[in-house]
């Protein structure tokens, strides 16, 4: 999920970092937002990089559906029209992952690739979330120091400690309580459904069919869970475990085995002859690159190096953080492994990846850790309980050095819940079809099988022999890609769940 930028998981728990995206404006100011009663669409911002054709709007909606004639907040969406309206289906939908990902940059993107696939079946449309791009923002006001992504991210300390996480999660849950207000409480899933069905109405809809990627695919289950009789054809892309008990806390465990399911395709490329002309040839046999990275970390801890970026040494967690990131497409493993060299190489500068370079936005650290921490109550647990975790789970999975299992902010967040979160059942049409690939990093498959499992007669699931997070239009295999692709554009899906090697 190429890098599938737009579908890249939540900072906490999955991913890379949320996209920024400050060209889905309007321009010209002239086009009024979206209403009930249809959306005036416009040109979009030319820093978006639009499609030929793409249209841009704002939606209004309610900041708190329990109080609808209250105050309302305004979402970026936009559309690609058919290209042959003779042929035109209905509306399929775009429904990015995160939390933290612009849909409406999903589709510049996308958008060319899927309205070829489509050949006119549908209007292709995507929005930005609340809290998201071009959408109405949430901040929490946290210092520049908590918003890199290996200080938001609980990456433990060199020898394990995790002192520095537990402080820091205290403050930027204070932060987010004193500053968020009720945006901040309003970036939940159950309003992203209910957006998405505001949306749904200002199109003129009586259903909607979707393409969800990541997170996008909870999204997409509890929208499904929700208004069942609104769905058309319905795609999940990279799912992982709805577990309404656990949600995001289980995504982010379920990131060390995914590490591990993972790393062997990048241990065989870097150690691959091909490799050696590049010069990024790690080692000679595969099973020798995961003891060479695991040590780079470790010394890289014990003894930062300088980088490229004055004044922002590479450590070890920023090592093992650039390798979660690479370990989503094999496009990044270039990069990955020239860090690498560069880091071996005593005479070496590193050049740190533009995620690790700096801090993020606090507007996308406020998405970031909004979302999974309002959707579920989160344990309260001692630090020694967070401690032995850690240690636990350095010890079964180092790529990811305890990561997974640390405590973050949800831990002392104010309020808990926002809603009792969402069960996904087998109750409702036949019409979904998941696909995942075998090897993911982000969504591992055994979490899939979990959404597969829940969702039961209710969906077919195509898994895919290979690597990386996002399969559709995301690496190449033509099996899995001709799957989705029919069940959209013909409606037909696998009579049982099949594996495309």
């Known amino acids: 999920m190429t890098t599938n930028r737009g579908s890249r998981p939540l900072l906490l728990a999955l991913s890379l970092s949320a996209a920024v995206v400050a060209g889905v404006a309007l321009t010209g100011g002239a086009v009024a937002p979206a209403a009930a009663a249809g959306i005036g669409w416009g040109d979009c911002d030319a820093a978006l990089k639009p499609l030929p054709g793409q249209r841009c709007a704002l939606l209004s ?128 899933t159950a309003n992203q459904v209910r957006d998405l069905d505001r949306l749904r109405q200002a199109l003129g809809e009586r259903k909607l069919s979707a393409w969800s990627v990541s997170y996008g695919t909870y999204v997409a289950a509890a929208y499904a869970e929700k208004f069942p009789g609104r769905t058309d054809r319905w795609v999940l892309d990279s799912s992982n475990d709805p577990d309404p008990k656990r949600v995001a806390r289980g995504w982010l465990e379920g990131m060390a085995q995914g590490a591990d399911d993972r790393f062997p395709d990048f241990a065989a490329w870097a150690a691959h002859p091909d490799r050696a002309d590049d010069g990024l040839r790690l080692a000679e046999r595969a099973e020798d690159v995961r003891p060479l990275v695991l040590d780079l970390a470790a010394r890289l801890d014990r003894e930062p190096r300088a980088s490229a970026t004055p004044g922002v040494p590479l450590t070890g967690a920023m090592i093992l953080q650039a390798l979660q990131q690479a370990l989503y497409s094999d496009a990044s493993f270039p990069a990955f492994a020239r860090l690498v060299t560069e880091a071996l190489d005593p005479a070496g500068e ?97 979490n899939g099988l979990r959404m597969r499992e829940a969702l039961g007669e209710r969906a077919r699931l195509v898994s895919v022999d290979h690597g990386g997070h996002g399969v559709y239009l995301g690496n190449g295999n033509a099996c899995g890609d001709r799957a989705v692709t029919r069940f959209l554009t013909e409606g037909v899906r696998p009579a049982e769940d099949v594996l495309c090697r």
């Open 61 to 188: 909606v309610p900041l708190d559906y329990a109080d609808p004639d209250g105050p309302r907040i305004e979402l970026a969406v936009s559309r690609l029209p058919s290209t042959r309206p003779e042929a035109r289906r209905g509306t399929l939908v775009v429904i990015p992952g995160g939390p933290g990902s612009s849909g409406v940059q999903r589709l510049a993107q996308k958008g060319a690739a899927l309205s070829a696939e489509m050949d006119g079946a549908y209007d292709l449309v995507a929005f930005d979330p609340r809290g998201v791009g071009g959408s109405a923002k949430a901040r929490c006001g946290l210092d520049d120091a908590d918003r890199w992504m290996v200080t938001l991210r609980s990456w433990p300390g060199a020898d394990g400690r995790i002192d520095d996480n537990v402080a820091r999660s205290r403050r930027i849950a204070e932060a987010c309580a004193r500053n968020g207000g009720p945006m901040l409480r309003s970036l939940t």
């Open 350 to 446: 590193p050049v740190l990846p533009r995620e690790l370079a700096g801090a993020m936005p606090d507007d996308v650290a406020a998405i970031t850790v909004g979302v999974i921490c309002n959707d579920v109550d989160w344990p309260r647990s001692s630090t020694r309980t967070f401690e032995r975790a850690v240690a636990a789970d350095r010890e079964r999975h180092p790529l990811t050095a305890g990561l997974p299992v640390n405590v973050t902010p949800c831990a002392y967040w104010k309020g808990g819940a926002v809603e009792k979160p969402v069960r996904v059942t087998e109750r409702g049409p036949s019409n979904i079809l998941m696909i995942q690939n075998l090897r993911d990093p982000s969504t591992p498959y055994a």
